[in-house]
């Protein structure tokens, strides 16, 4: 987990959203947690992958995210894989939850970090990328990569 100057620790990054997705508008959102999962998430043992958030009933859910259980927790160690409800202003719910109903339009978690001792997540409305699209994108990453790689080597 590393530090940032402004007091955010980086949790995770789900680097696979911006592979599939092409990411229109992002948001701050935080999460509501049970004690031993804001302890597993210090542990390192938090994991997005396939995970999405759902609009319902005019609230915004995180959907297939999993927290491990705490190391040190006993019974009242929690569920997994539980559906955990964000943290928004309602007008950013309605914003990013009327555009998620939109036909191609989806909303997936970015990244997660501590910030003051909370636990935030950014989310991103996003469009699914076609598959010429992401071979589009590993061309630019490499082409990127070599005249990196180049520039190193003049030196």
């Known amino acids: 987990m590393a530090q940032d100057p402004g007091g955010e620790r980086m949790i995770a990054t789900n680097r696979k959203a911006f ?4 990411i229109l508008d992002k948001a701050e959102a935080g999460v509501v947690l049970r004690g031993t999962e804001v302890k597993s998430i210090r542990e390192g043992g938090f994991n997005f ?25 006993n019974l009242l160690n929690h569920a ?16 990013l939850g009327g555009r998620a109903t939109e036909k191609g339009l989806t909303i997936v978690p970015l990244r997660s970090y501590l910030r003051n001792g909370r636990v935030k997540l950014e989310i991103g409305l996003g469009r699914g990328k076609k598959a010429h ?4 994108a590993i061309k630019k ?3 990127e990569r070599e005249t990196r790689q180049a520039l190193r080597a003049r030196r």
């Open 19 to 22: 592979f599939n997705y092409e």
């Open 49 to 73: 992958r396939d995970s999405y958030v759902e609009f319902k009933g005019g609230e915004l859910f995180l959907v297939g995210c999993r927290i491990g259980p705490y190391s040190h927790g």
């Open 80 to 95: 997994e894989d539980r559906v955990r409800k964000l943290l928004l202003h309602k007008r950013e719910i309605l914003k």
């Open 133 to 136: 699209d992401k071979r589009e």
């Open 141 to 143: 990453k490499d082409i």
